[in-house]
C-alpha cells in the first residue's frame, strides 16, 4: 500500500464532513466550498509566447486533474476579510467604507489575499491558498473565457496584433459595470462555482511568464516574473503584487480589470495537525 | 449704484425665486430686432447642424466665395453625466448636451450668428462669451437668458484661429458654470485654409476636437464621490473643492475612457489629422505617444507661422490650440495630457486606433525580450 493510498484511507475515514452540506460545513470550518471533480480539460497557457521572436497566441495543452479540488463557491467577501483585518493580519481594502459585509472584497492585491489564505489557515488549522491559473480555468468551467486573439503570426507588422487585441478587450470592456454586485449576481457555472468572468477578477498563485518557442513550437526558454501575477476574469490580466486597483489609461491601452478580488482552494488536510484539528471539530460542534 | 455684478445677481435670483414670472415668451416676442452696424441683409446665409465632439461639422477648408452668415442653434442643457468608469455621477451643465460643447467652424470675415435657446426644464441663468468675438464681453453681456428664454447674437470672426467659448454668468458663477462643462471651442479658418511655415497650403482629411475637462466632484465622509439631486444642491461643497484647486477628474469629452476603446479615435497612415484641444480654465500640455506635431498652433492663432516637430505643446487655460500630424506608422496611440499623473490617474487620456503597414525602417525590434547573454 502507498503513502498515498493510505493517506486517501485516513481521508475517507476522516473527511464525513466533507460529505455533509454547504451550510453545516461552513458553520463547522471557515467558507462555503465547492467539489470541482477529478476530470482533464483543453488549457489556454498563461504567458506570453514568442514564437521565433513574434508574439502568438498561448499554447493550448490537455490538464489532467486526477483529484477533485475545493474552491470556494463565492468570492471572499467584505465581512469575512474585515475579520483578518480586526486581528491585524490583513491590511485595509483600498476604498474600503461602509460596505455591507456580505458583498464581495474588492480593493484587494495579491499580498492582500496572501496573507488572508494564510490568516485563514492559521485560524482554521487548514491549508488554504490561492488558486493557480490552471485551476481557476478549470473551476471557471463554462464560464471561462479564452484570452486568445485569434490573429496569425505577422512578421511584417507587429501593429495588426495590438490593433487586434485592442478591439478585442475594447469590445470586453463596454460590458463593465462598475457596480459591485451581490453574491451570486453573475451566476454559477455546472460545478456551482458563483460570480465567475463577472466585474471582479480574482487573483491566482501564477506568475508572469515569457515563454519562447521555435518554429516548431518547442519551448527554447521561459523568463518567470514572480512580482507580476495573473488576475483571472474575462481575460488574464498580469498586475504587480501591491496592486489594489488596477484601473487606468495611458499607455498600457487595453481593458484593465474592474475590480481585483479572490477566492481560496482548500486543500485536503493531509498534515496530522490539520486532520486532529478538523476531528475535534467536528466533534465538538459548531463554535 | 447698479454694478453690473449686482444686476446679474438679481437677474439670478429672480430667475431662481419665481422662474414662473419670466414664462411669457410667444413666438412673436421671440424674434427682436438685431440692430446691425451695416447692411449684412445682401449676405448669403447658411445654416450649419452641429456635430457631437470628437467629431466636427461638416466644412470647407478654404472658403467658397465670400463672406457669409453662419447660423448655428445651440440649447443649453444642465443634466446630470457619468464622468469615470466607477459610476461617478456629475450634476454638468451644456452647451448642446455634451461635454465639451461642439466645435464650430467659420472663415474670417463671416459672421457667427448664434441662436442660445435656455429651456424651461433648466434651472439658471447662462450666457456665451466668445474669446473670438469682439466687445460686450465676448458677447456675455448681451446674451444672458432664464430659462424660458432664447437670444441671437451675432459677431463678425476677424480673428483666424482656434478660440475658446464658455459660459460667464457673472461672479463665482463663472468659474462654476466653467468647471460643470459649459465650454467649447470655435475655429476659425482663414478663407484660403491652413498654411505652413513657407505659407503652402495645409489640408488635413480627418478633424478632432478634444474639450479637456476639469472636475472638483465633493466627497463624502467615507471618501465616496458624493451624488447631488441639482446643480444648486452641489454648488457649495462643489466650490470648497475647486477653490483647493486640485482637480478630482482631468478628462477629456467629458468623462475619462470617453475616447478610449470602442470610441478610440480612428485614423490611418498617410492620412492627415488636425486636433484641435482646447481647455477653458486650466493649463494643460498634449502629447502624441508613439507620434508627434508636424505643425503645432500652440496658441491657436492662425496668422502665426505653426512650430514645427513637437513633441509635447502647451494649451495655456482659457485657450484653443490646434496641431495637424500625418501617421507614418500602424498601431495604437496614446494622445495624452502629458502630466502622466492627470492622464493615467484622474482621466486625461485617448487613443487613436491606426491601420496601414509598418515601416521597419521607422522602427524595428532587433532582438525580442530573451535572456540575457552570458560573457
Same mark, same amino acid.
Given at each position: 500500500m502507498s503513502a498515498s493510498t493510505c493517506i486517501k484511507a485516513l481521508m475517507i475515514l476522516l473527511c464525513v464532513p466533507a460529505m455533509l452540506p454547504d451550510i453545516a460545513r461552513a458553520e463547522a470550518s471557515g467558507p462555503t466550498t465547492v467539489m470541482i471533480p477529478a476530470g482533464r480539460f483543453d488549457y489556454r497557457s498563461s504567458g506570453e509566447f514568442l514564437e521565433n521572436g513574434y508574439p502568438v497566441d498561448a499554447t493550448i495543452e490537455e490538464v489532467v486533474f486526477e483529484e477533485p479540488f475545493e474552491i470556494m463557491r463565492f468570492q471572499v467577501s467584505v465581512g469575512q476579510y474585515e475579520q483578518c483585518v480586526a486581528a491585524n493580519a490583513c491590511r485595509e481594502r483600498l476604498g474600503a467604507g461602509r460596505q455591507p459585509g456580505h458583498l464581495p472584497a474588492t480593493g484587494i492585491s495579491f499580498r492582500d489575499a496572501s496573507d488572508y489564505a494564510n490568516w485563514l489557515s492559521e485560524v482554521t488549522g487548514e491549508k488554504w491558498r490561492l488558486p493557480t491559473d490552471k485551476e481557476w480555468a478549470y473551476a471557471a468551467g463554462d464560464r471561462f473565457i479564452d484570452d486568445a486573439i485569434g490573429v496569425e503570426k505577422d512578421t511584417a507588422n507587429p501593429a495588426r496584433r495590438w490593433i487586434a487585441r485592442y478591439s478585442k478587450y475594447?469590445?470586453?470592456?463596454?460590458?463593465?459595470?462598475?457596480? *459591485?454586485?451581490?453574491?451570486?449576481?453573475?451566476?454559477?457555472?455546472?460545478?456551482?462555482?458563483?460570480? *465567475?468572468?463577472?466585474?471582479?477578477?480574482?487573483?491566482?498563485?501564477?506568475?508572469?511568464?515569457?515563454?519562447?518557442?521555435?518554429?516548431?513550437?518547442?519551448?527554447?526558454?521561459?523568463?518567470?516574473?514572480?512580482?507580476?501575477? *495573473? /488576475? /483571472?476574469?474575462?481575460?488574464?490580466?498580469? *498586475?504587480?503584487?501591491?496592486?489594489?486597483?488596477?484601473?487606468?489609461?495611458?499607455? @498600457?491601452?487595453?481593458?484593465?480589470?474592474?475590480?481585483?478580488?479572490?477566492?481560496?482552494?482548500?486543500?485536503?488536510?493531509?498534515?496530522?495537525?490539520?486532520?486532529?484539528?478538523?476531528?475535534?471539530?467536528?466533534? @465538538?460542534?459548531?463554535? | 449704484m447698479i454694478t453690473r455684478r449686482n444686476a446679474l445677481k438679481s437677474a439670478l435670483f429672480a430667475s431662481m425665486a419665481a422662474p414662473a414670472l419670466i414664462r411669457t415668451?410667444?413666438?412673436?416676442?421671440?424674434?427682436?430686432?438685431?440692430?446691425?452696424?451695416?447692411?449684412?441683409?445682401?449676405?448669403?446665409?447658411?445654416?450649419?447642424?452641429?456635430?457631437?465632439?470628437?467629431?466636427?461639422?461638416?466644412?470647407?477648408?478654404?472658403?467658397?466665395?465670400?463672406?457669409?452668415?453662419? &447660423?448655428?442653434?445651440?440649447?443649453?442643457?444642465?443634466?446630470?453625466?457619468?464622468?469615470?468608469?466607477?459610476?461617478?455621477?456629475?450634476?454638468?451643465?451644456?452647451?448642446?448636451?455634451?461635454? #465639451?460643447? #461642439?466645435?464650430?467652424?467659420?472663415? &474670417?470675415?463671416?459672421?457667427?450668428?448664434?441662436?442660445?435657446?435656455?429651456? $424651461?426644464?433648466?434651472?439658471?441663468?447662462? !450666457?456665451?462669451?466668445?474669446?473670438?468675438?469682439?466687445?460686450?464681453?465676448?458677447?456675455?453681456?448681451?446674451?444672458?437668458?432664464?430659462?424660458?428664454?432664447?437670444?441671437?447674437?451675432?459677431?463678425?470672426?476677424?480673428?483666424?484661429?482656434?478660440?475658446?467659448?464658455?459660459?460667464?454668468?457673472?461672479?463665482?458663477?463663472i468659474p462654476w458654470h466653467v468647471v460643470s462643462g459649459m465650454n467649447g471651442a470655435i475655429m476659425v479658418l482663414p478663407r484660403e485654409g491652413l498654411k505652413n511655415d513657407k505659407g503652402e497650403p495645409v489640408k488635413y482629411d480627418r478633424v478632432y476636437y478634444v474639450g479637456e475637462q476639469d472636475f472638483y466632484v465633493p466627497k463624502d465622509a467615507d471618501g465616496n464621490y458624493k451624488r447631488y439631486s441639482d446643480p444648486g444642491e452641489s454648488y457649495a461643497d462643489t466650490v470648497e473643492v475647486m477653490n483647493g484647486l486640485v482637480p478630482t477628474h482631468v478628462v477629456f469629452n467629458g468623462?475619462?475612457?470617453?475616447?478610449?476603446? &470602442?470610441?478610440?479615435?480612428?485614423?490611418k497612415v498617410g492620412e492627415?489629422?488636425?486636433?484641435?484641444?482646447?481647455?477653458? !480654465?486650466?493649463?494643460?500640455?498634449?502629447?502624441?505617444?508613439?507620434?508627434?506635431?508636424?505643425?503645432?498652433?500652440?496658441?491657436?492663432?492662425?496668422?502665426? #507661422?505653426?512650430?514645427?516637430?513637437? $513633441?509635447?505643446?502647451?494649451?495655456?487655460?482659457?485657450?484653443?490650440?490646434?496641431?495637424?500630424?500625418?501617421?507614418?506608422?500602424?498601431?495604437?496611440?496614446?494622445?495624452?495630457?502629458?502630466?502622466?499623473?492627470?492622464?493615467? !490617474?484622474?482621466?486625461?487620456?485617448?487613443?487613436?486606433?491606426?491601420?496601414?503597414?509598418?515601416?521597419?525602417?521607422?522602427?524595428?525590434?532587433?532582438?525580442?525580450?530573451?535572456?540575457?547573454?552570458?560573457?
Amino acid at each position: 500500500m502507498s503513502a498515498s493510498t493510505c493517506i486517501k484511507a485516513l481521508m475517507i475515514l476522516l473527511c464525513v464532513p466533507a460529505m455533509l452540506p454547504d451550510i453545516a460545513r461552513a458553520e463547522a470550518s471557515g467558507p462555503t466550498t465547492v467539489m470541482i471533480p477529478a476530470g482533464r480539460f483543453d488549457y489556454r497557457s498563461s504567458g506570453e509566447f514568442l514564437e521565433n521572436g513574434y508574439p502568438v497566441d498561448a499554447t493550448i495543452e490537455e490538464v489532467v486533474f486526477e483529484e477533485p479540488f475545493e474552491i470556494m463557491r463565492f468570492q471572499v467577501s467584505v465581512g469575512q476579510y474585515e475579520q483578518c483585518v480586526a486581528a491585524n493580519a490583513c491590511r485595509e481594502r483600498l476604498g474600503a467604507g461602509r460596505q455591507p459585509g456580505h458583498l464581495p472584497a474588492t480593493g484587494i492585491s495579491f499580498r492582500d489575499a496572501s496573507d488572508y489564505a494564510n490568516w485563514l489557515s492559521e485560524v482554521t488549522g487548514e491549508k488554504w491558498r490561492l488558486p493557480t491559473d490552471k485551476e481557476w480555468a478549470y473551476a471557471a468551467g463554462d464560464r471561462f473565457i479564452d484570452d486568445a486573439i485569434g490573429v496569425e503570426k505577422d512578421t511584417a507588422n507587429p501593429a495588426r496584433r495590438w490593433i487586434a487585441r485592442y478591439s478585442k478587450y475594447a469590445s470586453l470592456g463596454s460590458q463593465t459595470d462598475p457596480e *459591485i454586485r451581490e453574491p451570486g449576481a453573475y451566476g454559477a457555472n455546472q460545478f456551482g462555482v458563483h460570480d *465567475i468572468s463577472g466585474n471582479i477578477w480574482e487573483w491566482t498563485d501564477t506568475c508572469y511568464s515569457r515563454k519562447r518557442l521555435d518554429g516548431e513550437g518547442k519551448l527554447m526558454s521561459e523568463t518567470e516574473n514572480c512580482g507580476v501575477r *495573473i /488576475a /483571472a476574469g474575462q481575460h488574464r490580466a498580469y *498586475i504587480s503584487f501591491f496592486i489594489q486597483d488596477a484601473k487606468g489609461g495611458g499607455c @498600457s491601452v487595453g481593458a484593465p480589470p474592474e475590480y481585483l478580488g479572490f477566492r481560496l482552494v482548500r486543500e485536503r488536510p493531509v498534515g496530522i495537525k490539520a486532520v486532529l484539528h478538523r476531528f475535534r471539530k467536528v466533534f @465538538s460542534g459548531p463554535e | 449704484m447698479i454694478t453690473r455684478r449686482n444686476a446679474l445677481k438679481s437677474a439670478l435670483f429672480a430667475s431662481m425665486a419665481a422662474p414662473a414670472l419670466i414664462r411669457t415668451a410667444s413666438a412673436e416676442e421671440a424674434k427682436p430686432a438685431v440692430a446691425a452696424g451695416e447692411d449684412l441683409s445682401k449676405l448669403p446665409r447658411r445654416k450649419v447642424k452641429l456635430a457631437r465632439p470628437p467629431f466636427v461639422h461638416e466644412h470647407d477648408q478654404v472658403a467658397k466665395g465670400g463672406p457669409a452668415i453662419i &447660423e448655428f442653434t445651440m440649447t443649453i442643457e444642465e443634466k446630470e453625466i457619468q464622468i469615470d468608469d466607477e459610476g461617478t455621477m456629475f450634476q454638468a451643465m451644456t452647451f448642446d448636451g455634451s461635454v #465639451p460643447g #461642439p466645435l464650430m467652424v467659420v472663415h &474670417e470675415g463671416d459672421y457667427v450668428e448664434l441662436t442660445l435657446v435656455n429651456p $424651461e426644464t433648466n434651472t439658471m441663468p447662462h !450666457n456665451i462669451d466668445f474669446h473670438s468675438s469682439t466687445g460686450g464681453l465676448g458677447g456675455g453681456a448681451l446674451t444672458l437668458i432664464n430659462p424660458g428664454e432664447q437670444t441671437v447674437l451675432r459677431w463678425k470672426a476677424t480673428r483666424p484661429g482656434t478660440f475658446v467659448y464658455h459660459c460667464a454668468p457673472g461672479g463665482p458663477m463663472i468659474p462654476w458654470h466653467v468647471v460643470s462643462g459649459m465650454n467649447g471651442a470655435i475655429m476659425v479658418l482663414p478663407r484660403e485654409g491652413l498654411k505652413n511655415d513657407k505659407g503652402e497650403p495645409v489640408k488635413y482629411d480627418r478633424v478632432y476636437y478634444v474639450g479637456e475637462q476639469d472636475f472638483y466632484v465633493p466627497k463624502d465622509a467615507d471618501g465616496n464621490y458624493k451624488r447631488y439631486s441639482d446643480p444648486g444642491e452641489s454648488y457649495a461643497d462643489t466650490v470648497e473643492v475647486m477653490n483647493g484647486l486640485v482637480p478630482t477628474h482631468v478628462v477629456f469629452n467629458g468623462a475619462a475612457g470617453s475616447l478610449t476603446g &470602442e470610441n478610440a479615435l480612428k485614423s490611418k497612415v498617410g492620412e492627415t489629422v488636425l486636433i484641435v484641444h482646447s481647455q477653458a !480654465n486650466r493649463d494643460t500640455r498634449p502629447h502624441l505617444i508613439g507620434g508627434h506635431g508636424d505643425y503645432v498652433w500652440e496658441t491657436g492663432k492662425f496668422n502665426n #507661422p505653426p512650430e514645427k516637430d513637437l $513633441e509635447t505643446w502647451f494649451i495655456r487655460g482659457g485657450s484653443a490650440g490646434a496641431a495637424i500630424y500625418t501617421f507614418l506608422q500602424p498601431g495604437l496611440y496614446a494622445y495624452v495630457n502629458h502630466n502622466l499623473i492627470e492622464a493615467v !490617474n484622474l482621466g486625461a487620456t485617448a487613443h487613436f486606433q491606426v491601420e496601414g503597414e509598418w515601416n521597419n525602417d521607422l522602427m524595428q525590434q532587433v532582438v525580442p525580450p530573451s535572456p540575457i547573454s552570458q560573457g
